[in-house]
Each structure stands twice: as C-alpha cells, then as structure tokens.
C-alpha cells in the first residue's frame, strides 16, 4: 500500500486496519500447520476458537471454524495436538487482530510425524551435524555440571541424586524449563546456550523422562539440534528411556539411555576411584619390591663369584702369564738378532770379498786418465799420456809407451 501520508496529514486508525483487512482479504487460503496450545468450545456456540503456536518459534495465531468443522476430528484432537488446517486468513478490524478461519482440521498421526523426522534426520546428517570426529570428549572430572531439565521433575532427582551420590563433591548449574508442549523447544536452546556461555560450566546435560512420540517432539527440533550442534561445551543427552531415540541423541556429544545413566556416565565413582588407585598403588609398590629383589639377587650373586672373594686373584693369574708372554718374546727377540747378525756376517764378508778395495789388495792396479775415467780398453790412451795408477795401499803415475 502506497499512501501519502504526512505529519500533517495523517490516517486514521480505521482507515489503516481498513487498508490493511482489504489486502488480507485478498490473500487465499493456505494449510497451516501447529500445534493447539488453548482450545475453547462453549456449549451452544457455533463457533470454536482455537489457537495454533509454532513448536519451534515463539510465534502464535488465533484460529476460528465452525463447529461441525472442529466436532469432524473433535474425538482426536485436543489441547497440545498437532494439526493441519486449511484455513484463510482474516483482520478483524475493530481490534486490529489477525486470525485464520478454517474450513478443514487434520490430526497430524504419529507415522506422519516419525516420516518427518527420518527426512529431518538425513538432511542433518549430510550436513555433518551427527559425524563422529565432531563429538567432544567429556571432562574426566566437572567442576560444574549444567543441567536442562523440568521443574521438580523424576529426571532431575534421578541427575542429581545419583551423581552426588558417586561423586558427593560435585556441582550443578540446574535450568528448569518445559520439556514438553509448545514453550519446551524455545525455553530448552535458551537454556542450553545460556549454559555454554558460562565458561565455568564444563559440560551440559539435557534430561528428561520418558513418554510418547509426541511429548518427546522437542528435544527432535530442528532448532534444538543446531543449537546444540553449535555448543563449545560437550553436550550430554539422556532422554526417555533405551528404545527413545530423538534427533537430540544424535548429534550430542554422548547418548545417555537415561538419566540416571547420564549421572554414571558424567563423574566417576568416587569408591571405584579409590579402589583403582588402591590396586595401583599395590601394583606399583609390587612393581618396586620385585625390582629390589631382582637387584638384591643379582648382586648376591656378583658377590658370590670367586674373582670377588679373592679380587688379587685375577691380579697374579694375569701377572704370570705376562711373565711367560715376556720371557717368550725375550727368546725370540733373541733368536731373530742372532739369525739376523749371522746373515749380516755373511753378506759383510760376500761384500767386502767382492769389493774393489779387495781386488786392489791381490795385485791389481786401476789406471785412470787425468779426468779421472778408468782406463779399460787400450786404445782409450796415447803415447806419453801420464795415467794414474791406483793400488792398495796408494797410488802413482804412469806414462805410456807405445
């Protein structure tokens, strides 16, 4: 709607809720689906009121329909059902009130409901929100536990009793909210993230007792399964009992069958503790005395050998042998200098045998010229050449005559 309107020129309240109940009206009919959160039938009245809430959101419409539309699915339909209508939107300009007069209501079944959480479920799962490597491991022992839970309720007994009662030291952050109906999904993620922002919180537990399909639809929504998908702190749930399954169990950080299983699955024993550091502390104190008996064994037996009761004894064995080693090198050390002199003998006396000095001393002379060659052929020399003539005892000159 395109108007021109001023600070001066101004629309009255009943020309705006009349502009806008004309473009309403223009609007066609449309299924709704919610859930029936006030339902009223006043006997004799043709009309039945009802109003239709958003599971997942904090949103709500009133919905009207006559009674022979609301008496059609009256046995199966009743306050916190879901349901389907066909309805067509109307402004009630008098109050400026938005409703949806419905032609046809249908019950949603429980087989439609569980076809709509298995599709939900694959789409969250190819999305990776339910993989394994996003699991976060819990804390071996919580400073402070946060727990989702209804008010004074079987599941926040069964938490808190059971895991004082295996560990008394421990500590809750307790959120009471709706667990089921249409306030259960908002009121839930608003206490899951409030638990997550508290740094001191080191892990949150969402429980809730058992009951049907339908009381257990919250803790399946889509919003929730995010919500916790987007959580820094691991994420425990214990919803219902074994065979319940919500969408809520698989994109936690650990499945609890129940909520006294969640108490047993977040802080050990504290008995259990104390006997595993008993037999720890037996093993160990085992462990050490084998080894000093082993020590003690070993050097009894180190001490028992001969060479450690006698320490000299190894001393004068080895001195004797080195004696005998001595004396042995000694002997042929001696040999070998004896057959060494001996051949030096031998080849001094062949050397000096065939020495020039030797050759000089039988008689016989070398003649060399003035330039000192030796004279071995006699054309080598001239008539009247003076030669030097070498003996054994000296030398003399010599002249040649031809």
Known sequence: MALNTSADAPLPVGEVSRLIGGWIDRLGAVWVEGQITQLSRRPGAGVVFLTLRDPSHDISV???????VFDAVADVVSEGARVVVLAKPEWYAPRGQLSLRATEIRPVGVGELLVRLEQLKKALANEGLFAAERKKALPFLPHL??????????????????????????????RNVAVQGVHAVSQVVQAVKELDDLDEVDVIVVARGGGSVEDLL??????LVRAVAACRTPVVSAIGHEPDQPLLDFVADLRASTPTDAAKKVVPDVGEEYERVRLLLDRARRAVHGFVEREERGLAHALARPVMEDPHRMIDERADQVTSL????????????????????HTHARVVGLSPAATLRRGYAVLQQADGHVVRDPGEVVAGEALRARVAEGEFTVRVDV
Do not use: K, M
């Open 62 to 68: 009133g919905v009207t329909c006559y009674r022979q």
């Open 218 to 223: 919250p803790f399946s929504d889509e919003q």
């Open 326 to 345: 001595v004396e042995r090198s000694r002997r042929t050390l001696g040999h070998l200098l004896d057959r060494a002199d001996s051949e030096l003998s």
């Open 145 to 174: 536990i946060g727990l989702v839970c209804g008010r004074a309720s079987a599941a926040e007994r069964d938490v808190l009793e059971n895991a004082r009662r295996r560990w008394p030291a421990v500590r809750f952050e307790v």
